[in-house]
């Protein structure tokens, strides 16, 4: 059972667009959810992360929104630029476990 | 201060052979996770060390182990090597139990034919 679902599967986005990736997620006792980009032959970094009892979260061009009613959480990629180029991950971990439970990603081409 | 660095790179088994991958975790970190990263999937948690002890595991069969060394280094065996293995094994270092503040290193890649 997937606990994390991720749209779209990949998105094409002009230079100096939004990119914006969605999460919905169905335990509501997670209350930890970060985002992680991973480049081609990298490991995953962590890029911004939430917590339900806030909104929005804004860090450069990153921003993450969060519905806790809706059980969903976005991320924005403001003025998207070609060396944002590669895979984001949404994730989510409950407090008190051990393990991040991760989306199945969303491959973003930014074109010139 | 150093990352997490893995070895080897890449890595070709051939079925029902036995591997063991290394992690070196960031300086200062005590807690080693492991995930298993499908081409075109997401990271999926194997287990986590903390002080020389499995600390939690996820949906895989006893023939991943592993074990952490007093320097909080880590090791991945997998036995019985199947063709479905064939993935990215992602070693993540941090500070705390749990599953926050990772820093992930490249990976190995294993390919098993």
């Known amino acids: 059972q997937q606990q994390v679902k991720q749209s779209p599967q990949s998105l094409i986005v002009q230079k100096g667009g939004i990119s914006i990736i969605n999460c919905a997620y169905e335990n509501t006792a997670f209350d930890y959810f970060p985002w992680y980009q991973q480049f081609p032959g990298k490991g995953p970094a962590l890029l911004i992360a939430i917590r339900p009892d806030v909104s929005e979260k804004k860090e450069g061009r990153f921003t993450i929104s969060f519905n806790k009613s809706a059980k969903q959480f976005s991320l924005h990629i403001m003025d998207s630029q070609p060396g944002d180029s590669a895979t984001y991950f949404c994730a989510a971990s409950l407090a008190g476990s051990y393990q991040l439970t991760f989306g199945k990603g969303t491959k973003l081409s930014v074109i010139p | 201060e150093t990352g997490v660095t893995q070895s080897p790179t890449h890595l070709i088994k051939t079925r029902g052979q036995q591997v063991t991958l290394r992690c070196s975790s960031q300086?200062?970190?005590?807690?080693v996770s492991w995930y298993q990263q499908a081409l075109g999937q997401g990271p999926q948690f194997i287990f986590q060390y903390y002080r020389e002890e499995e600390n939690g595991r996820g949906n895989f069969p006893p023939r991943f182990s592993g074990l952490q060394f007093p320097n909080y280094s880590s090791e991945l065996n997998v036995n019985a090597l199947e063709l479905d293995d064939s993935a990215l094994y992602l070693c993540?270092?941090?500070?705390?139990?749990?599953?926050?503040?990772?820093?992930f290193g490249s990976g190995t890649r294993l390919t098993v034919v």
């Open positions: 300086s200062g970190h005590n807690t």
């Open positions: 993540a270092s941090s500070l705390v139990r749990g599953g926050r503040g990772y820093t």
